[in-house]
């Protein structure tokens, strides 16, 4: 598989973007997911946020965090006071890496190359909405965006200044519906998201 690149078009338009990304073959996971959930919200948001991937609500949807994590995200962010439409929510990859399992199907984390193959639509994203500040929920977008090595820990609620704007990472929301502890997991997540979003 040749990787996005080559099914990016040249436009100016999310729109365009988008539409194009439902045709992508950039890599194998659009043979078994149902759709390409691409990011959506607003176009010039000041802030984007970045998953690892659609879930299995998502992929039946077409819309990213609409499923659990979604909602404890959503949570979250009405905690800290931001209004989720003055966001855009986008992943790090574009389709939904599932093991089958009878009738259910078990999230399995992306490999290296699909991340790699599918980093083309993400970086057209962030060229078109040029964003202040960019959030990594957890390691998937953190590698995509800072590269292999990158570690969410070192880097949890502070921000580093790239090119073209600032990063910064927490965890991803699915690890806080899996903590032990979804309490503290809960408040350490909202503490980062806090400092995330304080002015520079
Ligand atoms: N998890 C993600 O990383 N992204 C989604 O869109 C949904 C769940
Ligand atoms: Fe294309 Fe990304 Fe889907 Fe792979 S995961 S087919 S690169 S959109």
Known sequence: ?????????????????AAAADACHGCDLYRDATQTVFGEGAPHA????????????EDLDGHPFVGPAGRLLDRAL????????TLYLTNAVKHFRFEQRGKRRIHQQPRRTEI????????????????????????????????????VTELRGRTVELEHFRVGATVHPSSVLRA??????????VDDLTHLF???
């Open 1 to 17: 598989y040749p990787g996005a690149a080559e099914y990016v078009p040249s436009t100016d338009n999310l729109a365009t973007l």
């Open 116 to 151: 790699v193959a599918c980093a083309p639509w993400l970086t057209r994203e962030l060229d078109l909405i040029a964003p202040e500040l960019v959030i990594c929920l957890g390691a998937i977008a953190t590698q995509s965006v800072l590269g292999p090595k990158a570690k």
């Open 46 to 57: 000041s802030t984007v946020l970045i998953g690892e991937q659609p879930g299995n609500e």
């Open 180 to 189: 032990t502890d979804r309490t503290q997991a809960y408040a350490e997540f």
């Open 78 to 85: 009405d905690d800290i006071g931001v209004d989720r439409k």
């Open 198 to 200: 304080e002015p520079a």
